[in-house]
């Protein structure tokens, strides 16, 4: 009897689908195997009732479609493709995990997400003139579900997709790859990561421009213009307009001269006064899963900037029980936290020091709690960002001053100090509510989404209203006009009694 000495390596996936679409997705794997420059052969097994993946460099894999062993636990119509590496180095089995979860979104998938968004989806019917047909767009939004519907109504509003770049943030959503394969397979769109994006601007400006068109940026997080005016000056000319949707991208253009409309769903009263309540609870929640066995009522927490998130995830916390102190480097912030109750301090050191929170949520956009601090957490602390990439702390002093660094797999990472206490970086200091999660829900971002294509319209569309530079009062106006907001109150809003009966209008 032969010893096996390395065991089998097994992903899976499943998706929702009718068993043709499942049969379908899988063939295209297979056919996609068929054509990778790593594989030598794939085969039917009968006997085993799967493919055989025979690598070029003698390395094995097997994949198989299969039905998940307990339905009442998935949802209905899951199917799963198990994929097997058998043998071979460490290169091959990152090639043929890459190319299996590298899947398509099913037609019911697709049907499912598209219904529910339905602000987003529908916009394309209130300008049937197809007002972006004659421009290309760069997007840098989140790699998520909600995201495809946007772009599929982008595609309906008259972009040509060959005319759209993608750059991916490269975060840890719960279905990124799942996402960017639909983006490429289903939709023939370009995808960059965000570690190439000049390379990816320069692609796409030279793409676009060669086809006669100007492109409009949708971003979030100030990934594209700052690069452009800074290390791509000779391009700035190609964009016609932003549409930008977090406030750490306006952060990131401030101190350039805007030499084109940007449309500020950022800062809009739509996205302040709705959406950040929603991300604050999407964080809190996305914590608790990634914490199960804890327990944190009655138990102190920190939160760190008391802006519009900030303060949505002090009140989130604080109706979970917990006591909440809150800093803010801003004084009237900082009143305005005492003001709703919360515990304050001028000092970030002695706050933490006295308040001994086991939970600390930064929310203040940049880096804003260091080792100084960390070393006066009690044991068994943990701090969770919900600001852009990992910025919010201070991981190298964190690193520099442990005695061991330990990456816990999805929880994130573990930092031990000399004195032998140990604290957790949550989602490894990423935005928390997007770590293996997909943060709101699609009903809930519906109107975000809804607002970033009305804003591409409106650039595209110019006018007086937008100029140059910031456009805020213009920006509430647009987005007021277009409805959208009154659609998202028909819809979520309180019932409307008629004479006939009474119901949601
Ligand atoms: N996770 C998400 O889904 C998501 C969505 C949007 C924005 N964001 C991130 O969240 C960040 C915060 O967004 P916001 O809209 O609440 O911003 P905001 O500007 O309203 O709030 C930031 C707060 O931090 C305070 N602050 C600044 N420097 C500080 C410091 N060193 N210490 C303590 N407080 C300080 C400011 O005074 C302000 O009150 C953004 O910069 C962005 O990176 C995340």
Known sequence: MSLCLESPVVHSVDFVGRKTEAQQLTEMLVERLRAAPFVREVCFDDEQGSWVCTLANGGRGRLALAAPADPAAVADRTHRIVATFEKGNLRDRTSFFQAVTHLPFTDSEM????????????????????????????????????????????????????????????????????????????????????????????????????????????????????????????????????????????????????????????????????????????????TLRLLPDEKFEGQAALVLGFGRIGREVARVLDSRRMRVAVFDADITRLVAAHEEGFLTGRSLTELVDSHQPRLVIGCVGSRSFGLEQARLLPPRSFLVSTTSRNYEFALDELREGSTAVTDRGVLGTSYLFPDGSE????????????????????????????????????????????????????????????????AYYQLYGPAITTATGSGHG
């Open 423 to 486: 604290i957790v970086v949550v989602g490894h200091g990423m935005p928390i509510n997007f770590h293996f999660a997909e943060s709101l829900s699609n009903r809930y971002v519906d109107l975000v989404m809804a607002g970033l294509a009305v804003g591409a319209v409106a650039v595209a569309q110019g006018g007086e209203r937008l100029q140059p530079g910031h456009n805020l009062a213009a920006t509430n106006e647009i987005l007021a006009e277009s409805g959208i907001v009154d």
């Open 111 to 286: 049907t499912a997400v598209t219904s529910e968004l339905p602000l987003t989806s529908t916009l394309p019917e209130r300008w049937p003139d197809k007002p972006l047909a004659d421009v290309g767009l760069v997007l840098t939004i989140h790699h998520m579900r909600d995201f495809l519907v946007l772009v599929n109504s982008l595609v309906e509003l008259g972009v040509d997709p060959a005319h759209m770049t993608v750059i991916d943030k490269e975060y840890q959503y719960a279905n990124s790859r799942r996402v960017d394969a639909h983006l490429v397979q289903r939709l023939g769109i370009t995808v960059w990561r965000y570690r190439d994006l000049r390379a990816g601007l320069e692609d796409h400006v030279s793409r676009v421009t060669a086809a006669g068109k100007r492109s409009i940026v949708m971003d979030d997080g100030g990934y594209v213009l700052p690069m452009v005016l800074r290390e791509l000056p000779e391009s700035a000319g190609h964009f016609i307009g932003l549409v930008e949707q977090t406030t750490s991208g306006i952060r990131k253009l401030a101190g350039f001269g805007l030499p084109l409309p940007l449309f500020s769903v950022a800062e809009s009263d739509m996205k302040g006064m709705i959406e950040s309540y929603g991300i604050a609870d999407a964080a809190v929640r996305n």
